[in-house]
T-cell receptor, first 116, second 113 residues
């Protein structure tokens, strides 16, 4: 079985540009979460989606948005890129958002975004 | 919101020794505590987790203990091996479908020969 897949693996953008990152969850998983990991820090929660609905949002500006598609894949969009947006963006999937083993999150390898 | 502190930030042990990483959390409602291992350039991988209805969980050389009263939990790795070298993250999650996983800042473990 394929794990969580993310694309692209690396991306270089300039300030002010827009970027779209993509994530495909593990087959059967209906929840996708997005995290930002700055070098030397732990992942910071950005969004969680379940059944195409936003279920949680972290402390990120409105330049960050996301959506989930009927096949449970997801996109993270970032507008008006800033230098500080340079980070590893991780996607994690889980069966659901309920308690117990169904909310165990499995991570993708991430997209490394560099903003110049 | 939840806040997770993790110590130490770096840890160097000799092969065969034990390693202990400690985390504290702020939200007493948190009931799920996973530990992830992240090797350089790779994805975080779940190595063990514990829920608030138990105080200790063990899986071969890895164990996690939870003290709900003190709001801290620890990762114990025994008989360390070079392949244990990585960054380890603890995390905490309150109950509820809209709650998020909050991570610690990570511990870089170096196992030397």
């Amino acid at each position: 079985d394929a794990g969580v897949t993310q694309s692209p693996t690396h991306l270089i953008k300039t300030r002010g540009q827009h970027v779209t990152l993509r994530c495909s969850p593990i087959s059967g998983h209906k929840s996708v979460s997005w995290y930002q990991q700055v070098l030397g820090q732990g992942p910071q929660f950005i969004f969680q989606y379940y059944e195409k609905e936003e279920r949680g949002r972290g402390n990120f500006p409105d330049r960050f948005s996301a959506r989930q598609f009927p096949n449970y894949s997801s996109e993270l969009n970032v507008n008006a890129l800033l230098l500080g947006d340079s980070a590893l963006y991780l996607c994690a999937s889980s069966l659901s958002t309920s308690g117990g083993p169904k909310n165990i999150q499995y991570f993708g390898a991430g997209t490394r975004l560099s903003v110049l | 919101g939840e806040n997770v502190e993790q110590h130490p930030s770096t840890l160097s042990v000799q092969e065969g020794d034990s390693a202990v990483i400690k985390c504290t959390y702020s939200d007493s409602a948190s009931n799920y505590f996973p530990w992830y291992k992240q090797e350089l350039g790779k994805r975080p991988q779940l190595i063990i987790d514990i829920r608030s209805n138990v105080g200790e969980k063990k899986d071969q050389r890895i164990a996690v203990t939870l003290n709900k009263t003190a709001k801290h939990f620890s990762l114990h790795i025994t008989e360390t091996q070079p392949e244990d070298s990585a960054v380890y993250f603890c995390a905490a999650k309150p109950p509820g479908t809209a709650s998020k996983l909050t991570f610690g800042t990570g511990t870089r473990l170096q196992v030397t020969l």
